[in-house]
DNA sequence: GTGAAAGCGCTAACAT
DNA sequence: ATGTTAGCGCTTTCAC
């Protein structure tokens, strides 16, 4: 607990021998200055340490340099690296973010949206968990809204989001890459868009090549467990299959585990892939897991550059997807 | 985007037909008011959905009513529950949360004590995934610095860390319990004090019962394959045991599954007892896996709420130890 | 090119 | 009990 207090411009204009109103103009870099005065001003608040009081910077110019994050879902895994993404981008930018958990829940929403408007901030981040649609907050607030990971309900409003589609096409791809033609996929639940998503962008990579699913889709939820049923399932409907797309990581192990139960060897009798490309899933099933990543830091970082850019008044309405990424394992090859 | 500007003081001041200053002392509860002036203030800022500007409200008091909260390591599955827990206590005290990730960067600490300095926070949180003693903030900074999950290397500094000995004590109760007396014990590695700590606290449970490890403690990684690796070894070693500990969820999975490829039952043959209580891993492994939870929500709880104290001027200085949790499953039982 | 002064929205002394 | 006013730290006209 260091003190002396702060020096404010006031000492810095004083130890350069200058107003404040000039060593405001010196620091911010407005209006025209002899070259020395500013130097001797910047000097000085060098040697200071000063550092602008940002209460009186937002009291005179109505902005705050301060986002409001709002993650409205269960902070979790996919949260966090979209915020730590949004981070990096909003930081460099001198903006600091204001952290605001939501929980799902709309009267804690209300509350922050309130909290946030007294603060001033210059614009919202909106991240939660489920890529579905989420009601617009564009009516509640006077400054921008992006949001990242689960898009508005409005299209208009400004949403990045995962190429889910094209995550799928990928799986394709690869799978028919390494000679499977015989296709199936497990879903998350039917009520994730994701699911549909993903299976779409499967299905239009097979129809490239002329194929389609060698047996219906499954959809079940997210967990371990349901991929170890799902294997079930599949071996128990006796349609051959040599390669399966799981919409995600926990899915795939369990299904693998599974597989392997039965005397199926992944990859040479299967080949599968997961999707999240989560290390602690992927690395850990043995084969280790080819999976899809949503590269979700890039997810952020989108967002706060376009959420930057429309504070700046550039809007870019629409939904902008960032595309997957494949990465390659074991289970594949 | 709604627009229309915000309402101020003097908008309510106005609407209500009184002065600032009255509007003031009606709007804070200080200051003497007619108990009818007060009640025609808070009408009118009611019905203008008037919030105070705090930018305004931060220049005059010096204040600013913000805590910083940097997180000094990969933020993931530890930080994120103490982020939460303190984001609950805080927010209901009306204060707002700046969210800095350093990364484990000194350099980008550094940068986020600046800039937390300059927007005059009230304290700041400190948050990292080891539970090793990091190095002090106290000196860099004037207000109050809480240190939670990871203490400060500086005794005198407010810490708050999860009671790992009392973690352990917890694990050996419960295998002793339930009828285990050859036990074994998995930490993660030896530079961790948390490995350390829970073997302590574990075989301070067997001493009680006149009794010790069966075999050396085994120091590995905190992974899966980790785990593997021990459940061979020790079967290798020959020794004869009936329970082990393992310091985190992962080991005690990849053990779990590694013994019972083997041909040992769990919990039949071996009780297994993990730690962390990770869901992921605890539900998902065959049987489920009893572990010791450690409430982290409420490490980041008890460190939001002394720092709070802090705040208000009083220190409990030491490092605050928060209890651990048994939770039950299918691996002991 | 530089300084003086007003004003951002609010609170707290001080008048009345 | 209420109104008036100075001032928090800064930027920005407006004079000089």
Redesign the interface.
């Known amino acids: 607990?260091?003190?002396?207090p702060?020096p404010k411009l006031a000492d810095v204009a004083r130890v350069a021998g200058v107003s404040t109103g000039t060593a405001s103009k010196a620091l911010t870099g407005r209006g025209a200055l002899r070259r020395d005065t500013r130097e001797r001003v910047l000097a000085a608040a060098e040697k200071l340490g000063y550092?602008?009081?940002?209460?009186?910077l937002?009291?005179v110019s109505g902005r705050?340099y301060?986002v409001g994050?709002i993650t409205s879902d269960q902070?979790?895994r996919f949260s966090?690296p979209v915020?730590?993404g949004a981070?990096?981008s909003l930081?460099t930018g001198q903006m600091?973010?204001?952290?605001?958990?939501a929980r799902e829940d709309p009267v804690r929403e209300r509350h922050w949206i309130?909290?946030l408007?007294?603060?001033?901030v210059d614009g919202i981040l909106v991240t939660s968990l489920r890529s579905d649609p989420r009601p617009s907050l564009?009516?509640?607030?006077?400054?921008?809204v992006v949001y990242a990971y689960s898009p508005s309900e409005r299209p208009d409003d400004i949403s990045v989001v995962p190429d889910d589609a094209q995550g799928g096409r990928l799986a394709g791809d690869h799978l028919l890459e390494v000679g499977r033609t015989r296709l199936a996929y497990v879903g998350g639940p039917a009520s994730y868009t994701a699911s549909h998503l993903r299976l779409r962008g499967f299905r239009e990579a097979l129809a490239a090549a002329g194929l389609d699913l060698t047996t219906a889709p499954l959809f079940v939820s997210w967990?371990?467990?349901a991929g170890r049923q799902a294997a079930r399932m599949l071996l128990r409907r006796g349609d051959e299959f040599d390669g399966v797309f799981c919409a995600s990581d926990?899915i795939a192990?369990?299904l693998i585990d599974e597989l392997s139960s039965a005397g199926v060897s992944v990859p040479d009798d299967v080949a599968v892939v997961g999707f999240d490309n989560w290390d602690?899933m992927t690395?850990?099933s043995r084969p280790p897991i080819t999976s899809i990543d949503m590269n979700l830091t890039k997810v952020g970082d989108v967002a706060a550059r376009l959420l930057t850019e429309a504070i700046a008044g550039e809007a870019s309405p629409g939904e902008h997807r960032v595309e997957c990424t494949l990465i390659v394992r074991g289970s594949t090859v």
Do not use: K
């Open positions: 607990m260091t003190n002396a702060r550092e602008p009081n940002v209460a009186a937002g009291l705050s301060t994050l902070l979790g966090v915020m730590l981070e990096d930081a600091a973010i204001l952290f605001c958990d309130r909290t408007s007294a603060r001033n564009s009516d509640l607030v006077s400054v921008p967990e371990e467990e926990q192990r369990g602690i690395l850990a």
